[in-house]
């Protein structure tokens, strides 16, 4: 590897780990497919009025674009990642302190609202004024909807509640940063004696806060391989492929999935909108899935 500067270094093995520019993965002529999604990310660190309690806690707005508090080493603090649209999150960052924590305070703190009716209101009321079968029938459905969303929400919160109010913010406590939000994946994590790990190798929506957790599993998989390799006296690199195999097809799964997510939760179709809550309700309350799901986040995905 040669320097700007004229100096030279070499080594058995260059790790890719600078990023999702990432100068090692261009200079290795390695390609990336994906793409930019239409959002940015605001993020800054926030002093609370009380603590989080280890929790992470994610409101999705109706520009689709999720608002997430996630704790730190203190527990007085925590980081706020809002995804949104460049003209809000440009209209935010240049926002007084005071009105951010107050905006952010009501989204976070603000209750369920009421998901719009599979029917529009102005054919319901037609409908009724017809005094039809049909829009009994109508009437029904919704009144069922609203049944199975409330009675699921109030479930969870009985006999021992799982669900706990975020905390309130009381101050900006950072400078606020942006960054264009993408997904992107190396179309090899390995090339000769080059290996990409994190962003360097995929980028990924922070809706599902998998970044970190993807990245880990990079290091953990690339220090077996060194590690097996070393052990046998064989070179650094002998078994960079089952590096490549087993990673690259585990990002790629979890990739294709928070995609998926994202488009769905970003959709605002209301029949969507009645399934996504649907489906996050069950989910709460259902402990196994929930249990499954949360060990797919913190451990990846088996392939």
């Known amino acids: 590897v040669k320097t700007t500067e004229g100096s030279e270094f070499k080594t058995s093995l260059l790790v890719g780990a600078d990023g999702g520019n990432s100068w090692v993965r261009e200079a290795a002529g390695?390609?990336?497919?994906?793409?930019?999604?239409?959002?940015?990310?605001?993020?800054?660190t926030v002093s609370l009025e009380n603590t989080m309690g280890g929790r992470a806690f994610q409101r999705y707005l109706s520009d689709g674009g999720p608002l997430a508090l996630l704790p730190t080493y203190s527990p007085d603090h925590a980081v706020v990642v809002w995804s949104t649209s460049p003209e809000t999150m440009s209209q935010w960052k240049n926002a007084s302190n005071e009105d951010l924590v107050?905006?952010?305070?009501?989204?976070?703190?603000?209750?369920?609202?009421?998901?719009?009716?599979?029917?529009?209101?102005?054919?319901s009321s037609q409908l009724s004024n017809e005094g039809s079968f049909l829009s009994n029938l109508v009437f029904g459905a919704e009144r069922m909807l609203d049944t199975v969303h409330y009675g699921l929400s109030m479930a969870s919160q009985h006999p021992t509640p799982s669900f706990q109010v975020?905390?309130?913010?009381?101050?900006?406590?950072?400078p606020k940063f942006t960054f264009p939000l993408s997904c992107y994946n190396a179309k090899t994590f390995v090339k000769g004696r080059i290996a990409l790990i994190?962003?360097?190798?995929?980028?990924?929506?922070?809706?599902?806060?998998?970044?970190?957790n993807l990245g880990l599993g990079d290091v953990d998989e690339?220090?077996?391989?060194?590690?097996?390799a070393h052990d046998s006296g064989m070179d650094l690199s002998?078994?960079?492929?089952?590096?490549?195999?087993?990673?690259?097809?585990?990002?790629?799964?979890?990739?294709?999935?928070?995609?998926?997510?994202?488009?769905?939760?970003?959709?605002?179709?209301?029949?969507?909108?009645?399934?996504?809550?649907?489906?996050?309700?069950v989910i709460q309350n259902v402990g196994a899935i929930r249990r499954q799901l949360a060990s797919a986040a913190a451990h990846g995905v088996s392939v």
């Open 30 to 44: 390695i390609s990336r497919i994906g793409g930019d999604y239409e959002q940015s990310a605001l993020t800054f």
């Open 102 to 123: 107050q905006h952010l305070n009501g989204c976070l703190l603000e209750g369920p609202q009421r998901i719009p009716p599979l029917m529009e209101t102005d054919n």
């Open 166 to 174: 975020p905390p309130k913010i009381s101050t900006i406590a950072s």
């Open 198 to 212: 994190g962003d360097a190798a995929h980028t990924v929506h922070p809706m599902a806060g998998q970044g970190l």
């Open 222 to 228: 690339l220090v077996s391989c060194l590690k097996k």
């Open 238 to 281: 002998s078994f960079l492929h089952e590096y490549n195999l087993s990673r690259h097809k585990s990002v790629s799964i979890s990739l294709g999935g928070i995609h998926a997510l994202q488009r769905i939760f970003q959709n605002q179709n209301v029949p969507l909108q009645h399934a996504k809550t649907f489906g996050i309700n």
